[in-house]
């Protein structure tokens, strides 16, 4: 009996089973490719792009310098971190419908308070770099990982879930479907999917150009579609408006492709060999909730979209970094009422306003005169000062806010990297995984109430370099900020905050009877329990 059954062997199913491991929980990852280094996770068709809140998620798990190594970025220029106490202005904003935009235009004024970091705006990476650190993390912390393992039936009573790849069987507490697109966890458990029909099938190639000049590099729209060459040798995508009807309906041969690329770019362009080649859509689904009972899903197991933008990885990391030290109190019996369902309620409208960001940059894209008109103005608004700064709050991954409920500026954002006086980092704290409480007051105002938490939660004193005007915060492990004080810090309400997202104290806790939480071995056996859940 594992404690979490991952299906799904991905960047997403990866840093959550890292994540659950952190905090104790035995975990099961399931996997169906046998094969970990396919050539579609590697440059150039696995290229991605990890956007600031992505970095800053790696930077506080110790993970953001081997990401950069194994992106191939210079890792010297990652961990040390600039001496200021003032952010310096964001350098990295992505396109919108292949609009780029230029980041000299956001107005920093108007974005929430930031503090310098080591955590780059963001970098440049691929499936394959991703996946190799993540899986070499989840081993050294004690996962499981299987491999050519398809699941084929799951089936959930109310104490466990017993998921079937083939003919093996496997129990655990929970099962998360981080199994992609076409997940058969989200079809067997049946969420309802629900979203909007694709309107062109995508396509991304490594290709041998006999006459490459013929191709500009950059996105390039024309009046019967996109395409798009990268400076990465032989790399090619291409949008065809054929209402998603070609997408893995037949083999992707050279002819195919040429043809499509000469009609999108009204040239003859001769395609000398395709070396490989795959279709996707601009179908943006999404599931109504996250959970079913001891099921839940993350990533595109949860929502699709077309990959304009390069948001759906960014996505599910944020959905895994919010899930795993939710589901992990829940599995230690420390999480307080409705904790998890919290998961959905955060993460739900984020998907949702991604799937509405992609929708909208297609919409701008289609051939016709009316979408050309159309793009015509989203151009003039996005090269305005609120058009650009609307496109970074949109697409850095730092600035979205959750609705915690409260008025107070910082609650509800990912927390600014505050540094103490001897240099310590908050990102630093939070590599452990759990919450962080952070009193700047001079007489420790918090730290005896901060001991009913003190296996949950790691206080931290002293002046910092830069609080922002802040007392005290109270740090969630995911880095949401739940609790700040711009005043002497009140106890009281501290301690409310500390029980709405940490569960009871210590002392409450060890009074009870009949705690559901005990672990009576390394693997998550509990007590009580037959061999065979269902």
């Known amino acids: ?86 952010a310096p202005d964001p350098r990295e904003l992505s396109h919108f419908a292949g609009l780029m935009l230029d980041a000299s235009g956001i107005d920093t004024a108007a974005l929430p308070p930031r503090l310098p970091s080591p955590a780059m705006e963001g970098l440049m990476t691929s499936l394959h770099a991703v996946g190799t650190v993540l899986s070499e993390r989840a081993t050294a912390l004690g996962v499981e990982i299987i491999r050519n393992a398809s699941v084929t039936a799951v089936a959930q009573d109310t104490d466990a879930v017993l998921v079937t790849p083939g003919g093996q069987e496997y129990q655990g507490r929970w099962l998360v479907g981080c199994d992609g697109g076409r997940s058969t966890v989200r079809q067997l458990t049946g969420f309802e999917f629900v979203g909007t029909e694709p309107l062109f099938t995508g396509y991304v190639a490594k290709v041998t150009f006999a006459d490459p000049e013929q191709l500009p590099l950059g996105f390039n729209l024309t009046s019967n579609g996109m395409y798009l060459r990268t400076p990465l040798e032989g790399h090619l995508g291409m949008m065809d408006f054929d209402d998603g009807s070609f997408d893995r309906s037949q083999a992707l041969t050279r002819e195919h492709l040429q043809t499509v690329l000469r009609r999108i770019s009204g040239t003859d362009v001769t395609l000398s060999e395709v070396h490989l080649a795959s279709s996707f859509t601009d179908r943006a689904m999404q599931t109504t909730t996250y959970r079913k009972g001891r099921v839940l899903l993350a990533g595109d197991a949860a929502h699709i ?226 061999n065979h859940p269902l």
């Open 305 to 530: 979209h077309s990959p304009l933008g390069g948001q759906g990885l960014n996505l599910g990391i944020g959905d895994a970094v919010n899930l795993g030290w939710k589901l992990a109190a829940t599995v230690r019996g420390s999480a307080p009422e409705g904790l998890l369902d919290t998961y959905t309620t955060e993460r739900h409208p984020l998907g949702a306003a991604v799937l509405d960001w992609s929708r909208a940059q297609v919409a701008t894209m289609k051939p016709g005169a009316n979408a050309h008109a159309l793009r015509r103005l989203v151009h003039d608004l996005l090269r305005t000062t609120d058009g650009t700064t609307h496109a970074y709050r949109k697409t850095s991954g730092l600035l979205h806010r959750y609705d915690l409920g409260s008025e107070q500026p910082f609650i509800g954002l990912t927390a600014p990297d505050f540094r103490f006086e001897d240099g310590t980092r908050l990102g630093e704290l939070l590599r452990k995984g759990r919450g962080v409480v952070l009193d700047f007051s001079i007489d420790r105002a918090l730290q005896a109430a901060a001991k009913g938490w003190a296996d949950r939660i790691h206080y931290a004193a002293g002046p910092a370099r830069n609080d922002l005007g802040l007392r005290a915060a109270l740090v969630r492990p995911d880095g949401v900020v739940a609790w700040a004080s711009e005043q002497a810090p009140d106890r009281n309400t501290f301690g409310q905050a500390a029980y709405r997202w940490f569960g009871a104290p210590q002392s409450q806790r060890a009074s009870r009877t009949g705690h559901h939480g005990h672990r009576t071995g390394h693997h998550g056996h509990r007590t009580g329990l037959s």
């Open 1 to 86: 009996m594992h404690d979490v059954v991952i299906a799904g062997g991905g960047p997403v199913g990866l840093f959550l089973a890292g994540e659950l491991a952190l905090s104790g929980c035995s975990v099961l990852v399931l996997e169906r490719d046998p094969d970990p280094t396919s050539p579609l996770k590697a440059l150039p068709l696995g290229l991605r792009g990890l956007n600031a809140g992505s970095a800053e998620t790696f930077y506080r798990r110790g993970l953001l310098e081997a990401i950069a190594r194994a992106s191939g970025v210079d890792a010297d220029k990652v961990g040390a971190g600039p001496e200021a106490v003032e």
